[in-house]
């Protein structure tokens, strides 16, 4: 037997062993090995002299596509005529726990959109999904006769904001765990930060052939989070002017200036939005 993932050269078992009926007085013949792999590629070589089997194709050692290999073994000597000798052996792959596969991705949200009195709309995107749900995968779920035989689970360790989203641990699905308070209302607003940079773990629960467990693996990814802008209200607060105005001004005199009016989309890339003043 050998464990799937062997490396190249990886000598499986002992030596086979032979002899040879004119040798048991003296080495007079010299034998050598050959093998055939009858069920399949090429996966393993041997040693001509010493019968030593090996890996020789690592990438095809794998539980998951094939279980075991047939191989005949033939031993030939070198007499005249040469006298040949067959065999059978099976090779028996062994399953091994294989760390799970994520990749780096990229999701987007939209941003919070404010009230015209420049607060937040109160849980207008809790429960908002962040782009679809996460891709992972596990080499030990690659045999289509056990697709599931590992449990992977996804979960948020590190990055910026991310006390702000949550992640379903079966799906991978991404969503908007909470509103900033009113005091840190500019997060998750594209004016104060246009993206975040999420860790995301990807574990699998160690379950091999039945229910037989080993240590977990996993792997970690980066999400990349875009805030994508929205067109939001302009912000005009009533005022009052700091001085009074004179009873004998004329028409069209300057009474001061109303300077408090700004526009969210302006925070970030100002001059985004041209305001116009007039009255209502």
């Keep these: 037997s050998v464990l799937e993932g062997s490396p190249e050269t990886f000598q499986i078992g002992a030596a086979i062993p032979s002899d040879d009926l004119d040798n048991l007085l003296r080495d007079v013949q010299a034998l050598t090995y050959t093998i055939y792999v009858t069920d ?4 393993f070589s041997i040693h001509g002299c010493t019968g030593q089997l090996e890996v020789s194709l690592p990438s095809l050692i794998d539980y998951e596509s094939k279980t075991s290999y047939t191989v005949t073994v033939t031993l030939v000597d070198d007499g005249t005529p040469e006298k040949t000798v067959t065999n059978t052996l099976t090779v028996t792959i062994l399953d091994r726990n294989e760390a799970p596969s994520i990749s ?11 009230n015209v009195d420049g607060t937040r709309r109160e849980f207008s995107n809790i429960g908002t999904t962040v ?10 779920n690659a045999n289509t006769l056990n697709p599931t ?4 689970t996804f979960s ?7 006390e702000y989203f949550t992640i379903d641990g079966s799906t991978g699905q991404v969503t908007i765990a909470a509103l900033p308070s009113l005091l840190t209302s500019a997060e998750l607003n594209f004016e104060a ?4 940079m999420l860790k995301i773990q990807l574990e699998d629960d160690g379950v091999l052939i039945g229910s037989s467990t080993v240590a977990t693996l996993s792997t970690v990814a980066e999400l990349t989070i875009n805030v994508l802008n929205e067109n939001e209200y302009p912000i005009a607060p009533d005022y009052t002017l700091p001085t009074a105005v004179r009873e004998d001004l004329s028409i069209g005199a300057a009474v001061g200036v109303y300077n408090q009016a700004y526009d969210p989309d302006n925070l970030r890339t100002p001059s985004t939005d041209t305001l116009t003043f007039s009255y209502a």
Excluded at 40 to 43: D, L, T
Excluded at 131 to 140: A, E, M, N, Y
Aim: hydrophobic share 30%.
């Design 193 to 196: 930060s246009n993206i975040y």
């Design 149 to 152: 035989k590992q449990t992977l």
């Design 104 to 114: 780096d991705q990229t999701a987007s949200v939209s941003e919070i959109e404010l």
């Design 131 to 140: 782009g679809p749900p996460l891709i992972g995968s596990d080499p030990d």
């Design 40 to 43: 399949g590629p090429q996966v």
């Design 156 to 162: 948020i360790i590190s990055g910026t904001g991310n």
